[in-house]
């Protein structure tokens, strides 16, 4: 489970005992959100709260079925938030931007060792760009981290998260679990990634767009394509599996 923190203590405790007794086998604190991105596109794209721009709504008529599924089941809600949300937020921008305002600005590494304490299975931190802060998670009791940048979301002269990958892969050792994600489109990508030390690489991007695009099907779809690319790269790179992958293979 991902865990955004926001509210009081007794939201993430309620969280995290939700993920508990749902068999969740690891917990990821997202420390990269305590302040909301200056994001342009949704400036563009919005005049207003969930007011979309004209240009915008005539995009929206290109597409027909997706209009039909709105109007006959609504927006989705953050299901998740249902039961700390006030009365006044309860559609999906109106508590979209309840917890955006709620999110929790005083995580720090002895607010990690609280979760840490509370916590009883594998924990990673998600959001470091420094590999000296990959070598602190590991040494305040992590077990792995996400070398992320929010996807490019938040500040956008942040670092891409392969940057730092190798450094950090030999600071902590094999052992430690270093996962990374933002900007990966390609299978290539992620062949590059495992290449210089990562243990997986999250494609959450490429899997909405397939969502968005056809459903579940689409999502299928989207993965398919990145494995078949995956599969191809270290066919190309002379590997017959994914353990035969060496950072020799990166060339900078």
């Known amino acids: 489970m991902q865990l955004y923190v926001f509210g009081a203590d007794e939201v993430y405790r309620r969280l995290i005992d939700r993920a508990l007794g749902a068999g969740s086998e690891a917990l990821v604190l997202t420390t990269d959100g305590p302040v909301f991105g200056n994001r342009d596109w949704d400036k563009r794209r919005y005049v207003g709260p969930a007011q979309l721009s004209l240009r915008s709504r005539l995009s929206a008529l290109r597409c027909p079925s997706w209009l039909l599924r709105m109007a006959r089941e609504g927006a989705p809600r953050l299901e998740n938030l249902l039961e700390f949300a006030p009365p006044h937020a309860r559609d999906l921008v109106s508590m979209a931007r309840w917890s955006q305002g709620a999110m929790r600005a005083d995580l720090d590494w ?46 956008d002269g942040a670092i891409a998260p392969i940057e730092i990958l190798a450094d950090a892969r030999r600071r902590v050792g094999p052992d430690f679990t270093i996962l990374v994600d933002s900007g990966f489109r390609r299978g290539t990508d992620v062949v590059k990634a495992l290449c210089l030390g990562a243990d997986a690489v999250l494609l959450g991007r490429a899997a909405l767009y397939g969502l968005a695009a056809g459903g579940e099907a689409g999502a299928g779809r989207a993965l398919a394509i990145m494995r078949a690319e995956i599969d191809r790269t270290i066919g190309l790179l002379g590997a017959r599996n994914l353990a035969e992958l060496t950072p020799e293979m990166i060339v900078r």
């Open 110 to 155: 002895r607010w990690f060792a609280q979760l840490r304490r509370e916590w009883p299975r594998k924990l990673l931190i998600k959001g470091v760009l420094k590999a000296v802060d990959v070598e602190r998670a590991r040494d305040a009791g992590a077990d792995g981290v996400v070398l992320s940048n929010h996807g490019g979301r938040q500040l």
